[in-house]
């Protein structure tokens, strides 16, 4: 009766019945069945997930972009001449178009003034003490509440079936590391992200690994695949994303040899969540739209495929 | 009758009785018993092995050296204007003090020339096929075959009691990977190491990921703590090296809260192996040496904490 049992037990209980559900699971057989065409050894079953998009929501704007704000907020009393520099004196302001008006450069200089310049286990704490509550602005929801929990399944699904699995994100490698594991039951070992550049440094109370405000890897677009073979050394069976962001990952993935599976969760659920892909500043998905048929790349629908979007809701 | 049947095997057989192996054995049952006051949970059971001189032998030259000057001379055929030109012109004429005379500069040269310019797969294959037949010069045994018996049974015992290990090596990440999970069951996505830059590139054919002849990381005394930082993100318990390359991956191991485990591979085995420390170009042992007993460092005698030391000898 066990096997019987086990059967029973649906291992994806918020995923409808529908192509993307059905593509997950006879993957996932092929690649586990010991002896067919597509077997793939366990030790190369390694899959990728995007974080920003794919895992949690990304709208209004990106998590650690919020996070960035809130530490100036938090730093300003330290900081008066941030009152009349640019791009904190919009920030504190609350003026969010002019700090997205100061571009590049002055992105650069939030996050040099909030990532940088302390050790990493001083970043991790600063990182884990404003993630347990802070929530996002549109929902009120805490933003470890608001991940997908179809993916959750998905996560585990492919842990029982013996693949490892990987976050390769273009967020901060070590602002998700701090709250993967407890979140996605991801460890910072398995997750991938852009990164400053760190130096040991010894000091009087023993070394410390300091973050310097100097860009090290951004591991976005083509950056990902060398991300993914800079970090795991091996390509990836499967690969999930949400954004042009994902291309190469998913090109990557999936233009290998034998069996492999790529896919792109579409934001199409204005009820349950946001509806946006082509035109949207965060998350835009449309290049890799284009290419997903020819590429045979499979678009997830949060309205259709998914029954569930956020956990316990 | 099982607890003491399992009791019975010993999962270092070849490791004599002595303080080395005792303090394995301690630490480990320190580590892993629940409730205990040094438990840790098995997630954060992390132990980083240097590789060369730790876990094979880098007598006389590094074998990553050794790799560069095969290719160098199977390479000369599509190449004649090495004949005339520094440093290739040493290698092929054999005349090593002269390579070495040449200094960075001619040592990066011959790096650019064997370890880039290729894809990350066809680099693989290329380590994988040479490894496959290389031998040592001095012993005329396969590299792979000088590997140290005891260390692989530490890294079982390691493994068996829930930790994960991975290689933090000053030596090519993906020449080690090429070959660490055969030669040691260690999987690409556990190495780490120094790096040169890569590039994700579409072709006619399909992406690949080409070796740039540019520096990314060296991953060797200071350099280790952030590797490790880098691709694991958690502080190692343990951490085992044979040189002053470990001294700060030794030392950030061990300063630590809780419970740690630091130990040296000390050479000092002439008739075995080979017998060096202070004065040697390769794998010089002298500051970490001195420094050991004040940070609780552990020496490992080849000679006599040793039973066997390469496997099947
Ligand atoms: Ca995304
Ligand atoms: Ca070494």
Do not use: C
Request: net charge negative.
């Amino acid at each position: 009766w066990l096997p019987l049992a086990l059967a029973q037990t649906d291992p994806l209980p918020s995923w409808n019945e529908g192509p993307a559900r059905q593509a997950i699971v006879d993957f996932v057989a092929a690649v586990a069945t010991e002896g067919g065409p597509d077997y793939v050894a366990p030790g190369d079953r390694i899959a990728t997930f995007d974080n920003d998009g794919t895992l949690w929501s990304e709208q209004p704007v990106y998590v650690q972009l919020a996070f960035a704000l809130d530490r100036v907020r938090a730093l300003a009393a330290d900081h008066p001449e941030w009152k009349d520099a640019e791009p904190f004196r919009s920030v504190l302001a609350g003026d969010l178009n002019a700090v997205v008006a100061s571009g590049k450069k002055g992105l650069a200089e939030i996050m040099a003034a909030t990532h940088a310049g302390m050790s990493t286990d001083a970043f991790e704490q600063v990182v884990a003490d404003w993630i347990a509550t802070a929530s996002n602005p549109r929902t009120g929801m805490l933003y470890t509440a608001m991940i997908y929990q179809p993916m959750l399944e998905l996560i585990d699904y492919l842990k029982a079936n013996e693949f490892e699995v990987f976050i390769v994100s273009g967020g901060g490698i070590e602002f998700m590391r701090a709250w993967t594991e407890r979140t996605y039951g991801i460890p910072p070992q398995n997750v991938v992200g852009s990164s400053i550049r760190l130096e040991y440094v010894e000091t009087d109370t023993g070394p410390v690994i300091m973050r310097l405000a100097e860009l090290n890897f951004i591991d976005d677009g083509p950056g990902k695949p060398v991300g993914i073979q800079s970090h795991i050394g091996k390509r990836p069976i499967a690969a999930f994303g949400n954004s042009d962001g994902d291309f190469q990952m998913l090109e990557w993935t999936t233009s290998g040899s034998g069996r492999r599976l790529g896919m792109i969760v579409h934001h199409d659920d204005a009820e349950r969540e946001v509806a946006y892909d082509r035109d949207s500043p965060v998350g835009r998905l449309d290049k890799a739209m284009d290419a997903a048929p020819a590429e045979g790349w499979l678009l997830i629908s949060m309205k259709d495929d998914w029954k569930t979007v956020f956990p316990g809701r």
